[in-house]
């Protein structure tokens, strides 16, 4: 099956800063790639997506780049505030069933004001 | 569109009970999921629908049993509860496999 790796498992940033986040996936077919954000208490919710016909996705402070060659896809968060404190997973299809998702570890991100 | 609804938000459960979390969701979407979130494991697919009458297992199916009769909903069974069931449980749904999932709350489970 798919298997995603993520990277860093916590990280902590001064208000302000850049956030980067790294996935790794193992199924070379896979050709949309996810980000969900998830507050505490809460289910979570896509944030921003990527397919495998582009390089690069913004969306305002967020962004998403993915390496098809290397299998590696990374959100970037710009401008940090305190309400991006969050955890964050990624996510890649297993194309061969039904698309369903596997999801990265998750990734702690807390911003310090 | 109250979006996916889970009930209950909370349960506790002695082992070897049974019990069903209920899944409903009113966006007319063909594909339904449950997950389990555990610490440090990120979320795992339990079972997964890709539309009424089917059902097919995910990542960790051993323990539980779904069920899909309608399009809105889609309960998840614990036919015998064992505490390494103790777990955060997630439903979502979406319009197709590839696509945006849509939460619900998730129900906080214990088994003591």
């Known amino acids: 099956g798919e298997n995603v790796e993520q990277h860093p498992s916590t990280l902590s940033v001064q208000e302000g800063d850049s956030a980067v986040i790294k996935c790794t996936y193992s199924?070379?077919?896979?050709?949309?790639f996810p980000w969900y954000k998830q507050e505490l208490g809460k289910g979570p919710q896509l944030i921003i997506d990527?397919?495998?016909?582009?390089g690069e996705k913004k969306d305002q402070r967020i962004a998403v780049t993915l390496n098809k060659t290397a299998k590696h896809f990374s959100l970037h968060i710009t401008e940090t505030q305190p309400e991006d404190s969050a955890v964050y997973f990624c996510?890649?299809?297993?194309?061969?069933?039904?698309?369903?998702?596997?999801f990265g570890q998750g990734t702690i991100l807390t911003v310090h004001p | 569109n109250a979006g996916v609804t889970q009930t209950p938000k909370f349960q506790v459960l002695k082992t070897g009970q049974s019990m069903t979390l209920q899944c409903a969701q009113d966006?007319?979407?063909?594909?339904m999921s449950w997950y389990r979130q555990d610490p440090g494991m990120g979320l795992r697919l339990i079972h997964y629908?890709?539309?009424?009458?089917?059902?097919d297992q995910g990542e960790v199916p051993n323990g539980y049993n779904v069920s899909r009769s309608t399009t809105e909903d889609f309960p998840l069974r614990l036919l015998s509860a064992a505490p390494s069931q103790t777990s955060v449980y997630f439903c979502?749904?979406?319009?197709?496999?590839?696509?945006?999932?849509?939460f619900g709350p998730g129900t906080r489970l214990t088994v003591t």
């Open positions: 966006m007319n979407h063909e594909y």
């Open positions: 979502a749904s979406s319009p197709s496999g590839q696509g945006e999932q849509y």
């Open positions: 199924d070379s077919a896979s050709n949309y």
């Open positions: 996510a890649a299809p297993l194309v061969s069933s039904y698309g369903k998702l596997t």
């Open positions: 990527i397919r495998s016909n582009v």
């Open positions: 629908s890709v539309g009424a009458g089917i059902t």
